[in-house]
Nanobody, 114 residues
Framework: VQLQASGGGLVQAGGSLRLSCEDS????????MGWFRQAPGKEREFVAV????????IYADSVKGRFTISRDNAKNTMYLEMNALQPEDTAVYYC????????WGQGTQVTVSS
C-alpha cells in the first residue's frame, strides 16, 4: 500500500476528527499533496491541497475555516484536522497528488451524524 489514509470514524455534528495520510511508496517531500472526498452517489471532490511546504494551501469553499491541512515531510505524512463537522461532510476521504497521479488508496470513512 503506498497511500494509506486513516483516522476516520463516526462523530456527531459539531465534532472533530484528524485524518492522516502516510505515503510509503513515493518521494513524498517533492510533491504537492491533496485531500479529496467522495460521498455516496456523488463524484469525488477536492477538499484541500498543500504545497511541498506550508507556503501554499487551498481549501474548497465548503470546508474553509473548519478544516486545516498540514504535512510532516520527515514522516512522509499529511494530515487533515476537521472541526465543526457537519452531516454533509460524510464521505470516504482520500489522499493523492492534486492531479490524482498515484493509485488511489482505500480511503477512510468519515460519518457525521446529526
Amino acid at each position: 500500500v503506498q497511500l494509506q489514509a486513516s483516522g476516520g470514524g463516526l462523530v456527531q455534528a459539531g465534532g472533530s476528527l484528524r485524518l492522516s495520510c502516510e505515503d510509503s511508496g513515493h518521494t513524498f517531500s517533492n510533491y504537492m499533496m491533496g485531500w479529496f472526498r467522495q460521498a455516496p452517489g456523488k463524484e469525488r471532490e477536492f477538499v484541500a491541497v498543500i504545497g511541498v511546504s506550508d507556503d501554499f494551501i487551498i481549501y474548497a469553499d465548503s470546508v474553509k475555516g473548519r478544516f486545516t491541512i498540514s504535512r510532516d515531510n520527515a514522516k512522509n505524512t499529511m494530515y487533515l484536522e476537521m472541526n465543526a463537522l457537519q452531516p454533509e461532510d460524510t464521505a470516504v476521504y482520500y489522499c493523492n497528488r492534486p492531479d490524482g497521479t498515484y493509485t488511489w488508496g482505500q480511503g477512510t470513512q468519515v460519518t457525521v451524524s446529526s
